[in-house]
C-alpha cells in the first residue's frame, strides 16, 4: 500500500546573509522580503521502502549540505541516502549552500540551519504519512520559454504534474516539473528575497487545492530562460498563471494511478573534462592584473567580458552604473581564481565525479543530477526514458554547474567557460553530456525494474 506524508518549513535567512548570482562581487545582502522561502518534503513508502523529495527555496546546494542532510535523516530515520532527493528552485533571489566564488558569500551558520530546518520538515512529513494514491500527467507547454544560448535553439518545455490524494480524494500535495531560469524577481527586485516563478506556482496550486503543499522541481533550464518580456510589474505573473491552469489541466485528465511500487536509485557518474592550459591561466591573470594597474577599460567586452556574463554592460548596470568598478571585479575574480587553480593544475584528475539519481513512485519516475543541464541532453533522457511521466530535477544534491552541449563548448561561452571557472572545475568536455544523460538512463532503468 502507497502512503505518502507531506510538510513544510520556512528556511528564509536572517539579515545579513547575501543572495547569491546575478553579479560578481556585489555583496547583494537582502535588504526586503518579498515573500518568504521554504523547504516542502514529500515522503513516500511503500512496503519496506522510503524515499523522500525536498524542494527547496535556494540557488544551489553543494554536497557536503547533502551529506548534512542525508547523515541526520539516516541518524532519525533510517533513511538510506540514495534514497533522499534533495532539489533546489534555482531562484536568484535566495542564498546558496555551496559557494560559487565572487557571486555570493555563503554563510555557514545560515547554511547548517537551513539543514537542520530540511531534517524537521522530513520528520515531520513523515509522521504525517497515510494511505494514498498518485495521478499524474504531462502536456507540451510552449511560449513561456526561449533558449539563451542560441536564436532557434531547443528547449525543453515538458510540464509534468502529479497529484497525491488520500483515501477520501482529497489532494494533500501536488507536484510539477517545468525548466526555465527563474530570474523575473531577479530583475524586478534584486536585493529582495523571492522564490520567484516557482513560488508564485506553488501558491496558485495551493489556493487551487486547499489543504494541500505544492513542490516546484526545477528541470534543465542550463540554456533556456522565462522571455524577458515577464519582467515587469504587469506581466510578471503570467509564467505561474499559465503553469497553474495547466497542471489542473494534466490532473483533471489523469487517471488514478494502480501501480503503488517505491524505488531509488543512485550512481556515481565519471564526467569528461579537459585540463585548463597554461595560456589560458596566464592569459586572463596578466590582463587582470595590467588592468588593475592602468586602470584600463578599453575592449574588456570582448576579451574579460565575452565570457564572464551573457550580456556584459547588465554587470555595469549591476554595479550601479560604474563601468570601472564592474571591470575591476571581474579582474579581481580572475586573480582569485588563477591563485586556487595554478597550484594543481597539472595534477588534478580530468574527470568529475558526480550523483545520479532516480526514484519511482508508482508509474511517476523522478531524475536529478547536480547540474545546470542543457535542454537537448533533457530531451534526450526524456525520449529514452521507461517512465512516460519523468520530472527532471536538476540543481539536486550538490553542484557542478552548466554541463552545456558541444554548440556552447565550441562557442566558449560563459556556461563553457566561465561555470567551470566560478566552480573551481575543469571545463567539460562534448563527451560529458551524453555521459551524464546515459547515467541518469541507468538509475531510472533500475528503478523501472524494481
Known amino acids: 500500500m502507497l502512503q505518502a506524508g507531506f510538510a513544510r518549513r520556512e528556511i528564509t535567512p536572517s539579515a545579513g546573509v547575501e543572495l547569491t548570482g546575478w553579479g560578481y562581487y556585489l555583496n547583494r545582502t537582502w535588504q526586503t522580503i518579498h515573500d518568504h522561502l521554504y523547504a516542502t518534503a514529500a515522503v513516500f513508502r511503500s512496503d519496506d521502502v522510503t524515499v523522500v523529495v525536498v524542494a527547496i527555496d ?24 540514495e534514497c533522499v532527493l534533495i532539489t533546489c528552485s534555482h531562484t536568484h533571489n535566495a542564498p546558496a549552500a555551496g559557494g560559487l566564488r565572487g557571486v555570493g558569500e555563503c554563510d555557514p551558520r545560515y547554511e547548517d540551519w537551513a539543514a537542520e530546518q530540511i531534517v524537521l520538515t522530513v520528520t515531520a512529513a513523515a509522521a504525517n504519512l497515510q494511505p494514498a494514491r498518485l495521478r499524474c500527467g504531462s502536456q507540451l507547454l510552449p511560449g513561456l520559454s526561449f533558449n539563451r544560448t542560441r536564436a532557434i535553439g531547443v528547449v525543453d518545455d515538458c510540464l509534468t504534474a502529479a497529484a497525491v490524494e488520500d483515501a477520501d480524494g482529497n489532494v494533500l500535495g501536488v507536484l510539477c516539473s517545468f525548466a526555465a531560469h527563474p530570474t523575473v524577481m531577479t530583475e524586478m527586485r534584486p536585493f529582495a528575497v523571492s522564490r520567484d516563478v516557482p513560488g ?23 540554456d533556456t530562460n522565462f522571455l524577458r518580456e515577464f519582467q515587469t510589474e504587469e506581466r510578471c505573473h503570467v509564467p505561474a498563471e499559465r503553469l497553474d491552469e495547466a497542471v489542473a489541466q494534466i490532473l483533471e485528465q489523469a487517471q488514478p494511478d494502480p501501480d503503488q511500487r517505491v524505488a531509488a536509485s543512485a550512481q ?17 591573470r596578466n590582463e587582470a592584473e595590467r588592468r588593475l594597474l592602468e586602470h584600463d577599460l578599453t575592449g574588456w567586452r570582448e576579451s574579460l567580458g565575452r565570457s564572464m556574463t551573457n ?4 554587470m555595469v548596470t549591476r554595479h550601479g552604473g560604474d563601468e570601472w568598478k564592474a571591470v575591476a571585479a571581474m579582474c579581481r575574480f580572475h586573480l582569485e581564481w588563477t591563485d586556487e587553480i595554478l597550484p594543481d593544475l597539472q595534477t588534478r584528475a580530468e574527470v568529475l565525479d558526480s550523483e545520479v539519481q532516480a526514484i519511482r513512485v508508482g508509474q511517476l519516475g523522478f531524475v536529478a543530477n547536480s547540474a545546470e543541464f542543457f535542454s537537448p ?8 526514458s521507461p517512465f512516460r511521466d519523468l520530472m527532471i530535477a536538476c540543481y539536486s544534491n550538490g553542484r557542478i554547474g552548466y554541463l552545456p552541449d558541444e554548440h556552447d563548448l565550441q562557442a566558449r561561452s560563459y556556461a563553457g567557460l566561465q561555470s567551470p571557472r566560478y566552480c573551481g572545475q575543469f571545463p567539460f568536455t562534448a563527451d560529458s553530456g551524453p555521459e551524464m544523460c546515459r547515467g541518469m538512463l541507468a538509475v531510472l532503468e533500475q528503478c523501472a525494474r524494481e
Not at 268 to 284: F, G, K
Not at 311 to 314: F, H, V
Open 58 to 81: 535556494l540557488m544551489l546546494i553543494d554536497v557536503r549540505f547533502t551529506q548534512l542532510v542525508r547523515r541526520q535523516l539516516r541518524e532519525r530515520l533510517q533513511i538510506p541516502p
Open 200 to 222: 508564485q506556482v506553488c501558491d496558485r496550486l495551493e489556493q487551487r487545492y486547499p489543504g494541500a503543499l505544492a513542490m516546484y522541481l526545477q528541470g534543465a533550464c542550463g
Open 268 to 284: 556515481i557518474v565519471s564526467l569528461s573534462t579537459r585540463r585548463w592550459t597554461e595560456d589560458e591561466v596566464w592569459t586572463v
Open 311 to 314: 550580456r556584459p554592460d547588465d
Open 377 to 384: 541532453f533533457a530531451l534526450q533522457v526524456r525520449a529514452a
